[in-house]
């Protein structure tokens, strides 16, 4: 009888050990459900279409794979974002150059035009122009150090203004 006494006791005890595990077990599946259905109500927000009858493990699959996506765009946006910034900081800095550039082109601008306006040039002349002028006046000029005879240098100075396009500024 004690046999059968320890035998019950025993029995007694692993069906009241299976009740616990059956009810962890139970907890267990319910919080399952619960994150399944938690998890599943997210991807639909999200407008992610997937089976009704989907496992556990196949939505949190599925979700692993969308946080991946969704981490690799995140990491794009902040890569393009800093791009965006240093491209606005370059963009700046040449508009800062164009300025400068702009400034001393009008700078150069008016010199050229002073320095031009002395030659009897108008500060629209073309710099080919002014540079056949000056190149004639230095002829003439060359001339005038090695004359033969007063004649030849008034033939040379006459030669040098008739070789000149129609539409010269002639300053004399």
């Not at 493990?57 to 890569?79: F, Q, Y």
């Not at 000056?134 to 005879?149: F, G, R, Y």
């Amino acid at each position: 009888m004690a046999a059968w006494t320890g035998r019950v006791a025993e029995l007694s005890r692993k069906a009241a050990d299976a009740r616990k595990h059956q009810v962890v077990a139970d907890q267990l599946q319910a919080a399952i459900e619960r994150i399944r259905s938690d998890v599943a109500t997210t991807l639909e927000h999200i407008d992610v279409n997937f089976s009704e009858k989907a496992s556990y493990s196949a939505i949190i699959e599925l979700a692993r794979r969308i946080v991946k996506h969704n981490d690799e765009l995140h990491k794009s946006r902040l890569e393009l974002e800093l791009r965006i910034t240093d491209l606005k900081k370059i963009s700046m800095s040449a508009g800062s150059k164009k300025n400068d550039v702009e400034q001393t082109l009008w700078r150069w601008s008016a010199d050229w035009a002073q320095t031009i306006s002395r030659l009897g040039f108008s500060a629209d002349a073309r710099p080919e122009d002014v540079s056949d002028f000056v190149l004639a006046l230095d002829d003439v000029l060359q001339s005038w150090e090695k004359p033969k005879n007063r004649s030849s240098v008034l033939m040379s100075y006459n030669t040098t203004v008739r070789s000149m396009p129609d539409g010269w500024l002639r300053p004399w």
